[in-house]
């Protein structure tokens, strides 16, 4: 178990629709990682926080935004679903120090049908 | 896009063989780490290498690195059933922001 959780695991919804993933980081860790993997496109890095700040942004869409609470946990917001979002998405968690070993979810699987 | 490529993409071994898989990447780093994925679920960091190190060992496990090549490669030995899963290599670029990127990831199934 990584400490990191992820919920829910699964999600299943309709194209046009909007879902939140939400994450909670190990205790301790203040940063935050969001990434989608797909079987055609691999780990795609889409954001990170640090203590509630955003710090560095990858292959987000538009479409998608996210948020560092206080209490540290993160959510990711999908929104005006495609197809083509279908995926599993990870969230991360390190302690966001220089040697930045991240520690994994077990990743909420989304099927936009 | 990725900063890590794997090679190769796929490997299949006999129980006990070694099993070695290469990363090249792109940029100058701060580190490189190794991480595992059994299937569908979430990464377990393996290892970490720093820019100025050579190899380092875990276990069953021997990464090494040339800065000068921008490659490494992660050798399992004495591989196990347990072993089969998909490893990725995670680059943390110089330049950065502390974000990792990772290549497409070997697929290493180990035969009984």
């Known amino acids: 178990d990584s400490g990191v959780t992820q919920t829910p695991k699964h999600l299943i919804t309709a194209t046009g629709q909007r879902v939140t993933l939400r994450c909670s980081p190990r205790?301790?860790?203040?940063?935050v990682y969001w990434y989608q993997q797909s079987l055609d496109q691999g780990l795609q890095f889409l954001i990170q926080y640090y203590n509630g700040e955003e710090r560095a942004k990858g292959n987000i869409l538009e479409r998608f935004s996210a948020q560092q609470f206080p209490d540290l946990h993160s959510e990711l917001n999908l929104s005006s679903l495609e197809l083509g979002d279908s995926a599993l998405y990870f969230c991360?968690?390190?302690?966001?120090?220089?040697?930045?070993?991240?520690?994994f979810g077990a990743g909420t699987r989304l099927s936009v049908l | 896009s990725q900063q890590g490529e794997e090679d190769p993409q796929a490997l299949s071994i006999q129980e006990g063989e070694n099993a070695t898989m290469n990363c090249s990447y792109k940029t100058s780093i701060n580190n490189l780490q190794w991480y595992r994925q059994n299937s569908g679920r979430g990464l377990v960091h393996l290892i970490l290498i720093r820019s100025n190190e050579r190899e380092k060992h875990s276990g069953r496990l021997r990464v090494t690195l040339d800065t000068s090549k921008k490659s490494s490669s992660l050798l399992i030995t004495a591989s196990r059933a347990a072993d089969t899963a998909s490893y990725f290599c995670a680059t943390e670029a110089r330049s950065n922001d502390y974000k990792l990127s990772f290549g497409a990831g070997t697929t290493v199934t180990v035969r009984a």
């Open positions: 991360a968690s390190s302690v966001g120090n220089t040697e930045n070993i991240q520690y």
């Open positions: 205790s301790g860790d203040l940063s």
